[in-house]
């Protein structure tokens, strides 16, 4: 018999999570503008808002926090990380943030002025509000078959050429500060980009002599797909095919959130001194001082050894394979899902899912506060309210799809909770006809809005 999937490691301490009724959770998310970032978490039974600093830390990243040296300058953790950095990812130089969209800011301060042009693959959203905060403009260059959910493609994250290249042609090098590649693409579904894409993209950005900059928070994940999925990568070890990842771009920035298994944190990595001292002044100014800008000692040997756990076969196998199996159930239930499955979340195709409610009344959402309601799931809208308004027309920017994510935190959910998150769904997947109308917005911030935004029911 072929052995089973079984989790790659035990359970240490637990958390206790409260069920609730259907009544309950109708009040608590109309008391919450149905915006599921407005529940406490203790109305929610299984929380997959997100992957983001939702964790489990191990027990040798708890011995490591006690280790921690809180020396303003030149703390021991501070070198530990920056060893632990350079060993995986190969940069030299780096500048730690306190999360992700810290490092965006300090990264694009250096870089990014008015009026530029940033192409890449579905740019993240904290990465284009930063982006269009700056007044400058993002542009998506993803492959077309991102946007087809039920299309089985093994890197539906890739970067199509020719659009990049159409991009690079038409502007001045000048207005073209950087290329930003997000590994995985989390707004395409969790997907991965493949080396060969990497590579090639490198070459065209050498060729119009720009940087290439890797949004790299599911960096781990991304070197799991290569080497499951890509040709001549079966026999290399996750590390070495991480280091070449990685030898294809100028720098990073990374949300140590996501791969490194932190719950805060993150930092920006340089092949290159000159673009780390440009940085370093807005590094000081928004952060703090070199050795520790945004993160306490001890987290910043936390996320030293997350580094290294979040880089290991067996746990990627694991981790990846329980989104997988929640996967499964729901595509076997005939439910759309994106296909193949992304490493962090289960992207859910709405408008498929839900087909009588319209588009102007928000069907991801739609469909979020009814996995809510039905189970006390939390997922997340990744459509029209993710996607903000145009900023130039002010009118909604619909996206080709809109998803609902399911994200899966690392190693703190079993495989009970996957069963109950599929059957909830399954349970409104079955009533999907009754559900026809959807949500109008009361109340929105001009920028990021989803986090905010108030709703009310049609
Ligand atoms: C989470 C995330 C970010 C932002 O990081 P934070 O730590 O949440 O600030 C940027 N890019 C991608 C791809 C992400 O998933």
Known sequence: MKLPFAESYKIKSVETIKKSTVEERKNWIKEAKYNLFNLKSHQVFVDLLTDSGTGAMSDKQWSAIMEGDESYAGASSYFHLKDAIKDITGFEYFLPTHQGRAAENVLFSALIKEGDIIPGNAQFDTTKGHIEYRKATAVDCTIDEANHPSLNHPFKGNVDLEKLETVLKKYPKEKIPLIIVTITCNSAGGQPVSME???????????????????????????????????????????????????????????????????????????????????????????????????????????????????????????????????????????????????????????????????????????????????????????????????????????????????IPRRVYTNNHMNFTAAALINVFERRNEITTGFKIVKEAPLLRHFTVELEKI
Do not use: C
Request: avoid cysteine; charged fraction near 25%.
């Open 197 to 407: 894409n990497m590579k090639d993209v490198k070459k065209l950005a050498d060729k119009y002599d720009i940087p290439v900059f890797y949004d790299a928070a599911r960096f781990a994940e991304n070197a799991y797909f290569i080497k499951i999925r890509e040709k001549g990568y079966q026999n290399k070890s996750i590390r070495s095919i991480i280091k070449e990842m990685f030898s294809f771009a100028d720098g990073m920035t990374m949300s140590s959130k996501k791969d490194a298994i932190v719950n805060m944190g993150g930092f920006i990595g340089f092949r290159h001194r000159e673009d780390f001292e440009k940085a370093t002044e807005f590094g000081i100014l928004f952060e703090g001082f070199i050795t520790y800008g945004g993160m306490s000692g001890r987290d910043m040997n936390a996320l030293a050894q997350g580094l290294y756990e979040g880089t290991e076969f067996d746990y990627l196998e694991t981790r990846i394979g329980q989104v997988a199996y929640l996967g499964q159930k729901l595509k076997d239930a005939g439910i759309p899902v994106q296909y193949p499955f992304g490493g962090h979340a289960i992207f859910v195709d709405a408008k498929s899912f839900l087909p009588y409610v319209p588009i102007e009344q928000y069907v991801a959402q739609t469909l979020a506060v009814e996995l809510y309601i039905e189970g006390g799931v939390r997922g997340v809208e990744i459509g029209t309210l993710l996607a903000d308004r145009d900023p130039v027309t002010r009118k909604n920017r619909y996206p080709e799809v809109e998803w609902l994510r399911l994200a």
